[in-house]
């Protein structure tokens, strides 16, 4: 089954200046997201997901940074380009955003009832009627399984727990029937239990509307329970790309390896006696500053698998295994 | 870290502190007059112990009273009603200064935890002169310097970083940082409040492997106060769930995560997701 692609990254690269330096936040990066598929974008603090959240719909500052090569296309239709007016038509209309914080999302001091009419008012071509826009409320707070819809369209966000006001939030962003959702660290401010549930929420609903998702995370954990697909960042590019099991089970690339051998849960159960002589395999180092990375692969000073090959020119993503991309020059090696 | 001699110290048998019935209850302010209308039982009776060498960990999710109960360990906050008993004495009839030389704390936060205006050499010195103070006599600047990068040492840092700022420093680092401050006082316990959930993943392994190397040459013993049940797993040898206030459930880490009691706890569990792909449909 050949299954359309909905939103195509091609060779994204964005600066950010700041004290007069610049910043190259992301790197030749490209995605695809397909129909129906939810795509997990993972990395740490600063490698460039969340930037990557931003430039898709055109949301970073023209003070502080721009795109400076690449394409952005939704259905076959470059968004870079587009007027602001005709991106409006795009920008939460056919792509829908949710953030990190729910709580600094929503404006403290309207109910949460009118800031989805707000929003349907912006996406919805006819003139709903006062009548019409409480019952279409309702139905978008029952969608997200919010409990007691009717006293929750009154509420203000100060009054509903963090889970709830993520809950609003998603109502929002589904509020215009948008195609693609990107989620950009949706459960990250939440306790496990309630992550739990927004994350089942999301799941259910991907599949329900038929939504193709950009799922964006530090948490390894989530990506496994809810991707099938997923892209690896370090230093603003990506440096693997595979199916949600491929990255799993076969981690090509030595970071993507390190970080999994580093997750405390992949840790072998050892038995009581052995606990004294318990570690990590941590990764050495640490993630380079933006504003000075290192020459070559951007990975070399802190690679168990370094040589020196690496250290003059940045690999390429190479095709490994079919559809598994690496950018690594020593991947497919026998190590 | 390689540098560090470990002569693995075991869990003992000598209880280092034993928390008795420990309530914190704040006020909830109505009105001009600040009238009380209510309290919130942040701490609502909690009881618990651990041994030399142990590390013990408070698990739950925010509001639960864990952190409460850590600042209430280090005198950070006065508690309401109960006893918290440090080798069978008292805290709360030791003076600030020797209390700080046996229970140190290490915070969530790298960033607001360290002064920024000053030097990394004042912020560790400082802790290291009042230490080499109390055990009496005149305390000069080239102990004091040498002690610190003896520290930086220990803690994986590099000893030219004297003179530098916590803005140049990431996360990681200045939770080492934090961490040689807190060791500067010579602790037999360390309250260590969320010490990696603001770290990144790779980073995050580092510094638990650090904990668990100074505890095996320092023989300290941890009140590790987590939400991340993974890594609650991976470095306590006892473990305390928290709930509303309140331990729901208690016992080694086998016990809790194996034989789980609680439906709280369970549900805590279940809602950890692994880092196993589900099989596709």
Known sequence: MVMENVLEVKNLSVEFYKGGKVIPALRD????????????IVGESGCGKSTLALSILKLIPEREGKVVSGKILFKGEELLSLSDKKLLKVRGDKISIIFQDPFTSLNPVFRVGNQI?????????????????????????????????KDTMLAYPHQLSGGMQQRVMIAIALSSNPEVLIADEPTTALDVTIQKEILGLLTELQKKLGLSVVLITHDFGIVAQTCQRVSVMYAGSIVEEASTSEIFYSPLHPYTRGLLDSLPSREEPVGFSQREKRRLKAISGQVPDPSSLPSGCKFHPRCPIVIEKCKPEEPGLREIVENHWVRCIRAGEVV | MSGIVSNQQPV??????????????????RGVFRRIVDYVRAVDGISFEIKKGEIFALVGESGCGKTTTAKLIVRLLEATGGKILFYGKDISSLRRTELARKIQIIF?????????????????????RHRLEAAGGKVNGREIVEKTREL??????????????????????????????????????IVADEPVSSLDISVQAQILNLLLDLRDSLGLSYVLIAHDLNVVRFLSDRIAVMYRGRIVETGSVEMVYEHTGHPYTKSLLEAIPTAEPQPTE
């Not at chain 1, 990066?29 to 997990?40: D, P, Y």
């Open chain 2, 12 to 29: 003992t048998d000598a209880t280092i502190l034993k928390v008795e019935d420990l309530k914190k209850y704040f006020p909830v302010e």
């Open chain 1, 117 to 149: 009419a707000e929003s349907l008012a912006l996406h919805r071509k006819e003139n709903l009627s006062t009548h019409q826009k409480e019952k279409e409320i309702i139905e978008l707070l029952e969608l997200v399984k919010m409990p007691k819809p």
């Open chain 2, 108 to 128: 969530q936060d790298p960033f607001a935890s360290l002064n920024p205006r000053l030097t990394i050499g004042t912020i560790i010195g400082e802790a290291v």
């Open chain 1, 29 to 40: 990066v490209s995605i695809t997201l397909k129909k129906n598929e939810v795509l997990g």
């Open chain 2, 152 to 189: 930086l040492n220990k803690v994986g840092l590099p000893s030219n970083i004297l003179n530098e700022y916590p803005h140049q420093f990431s996360g990681g680092q200045r939770q080492r940082i934090g961490i040689a401050r807190a060791l500067a006082m010579e602790p037999e316990l």
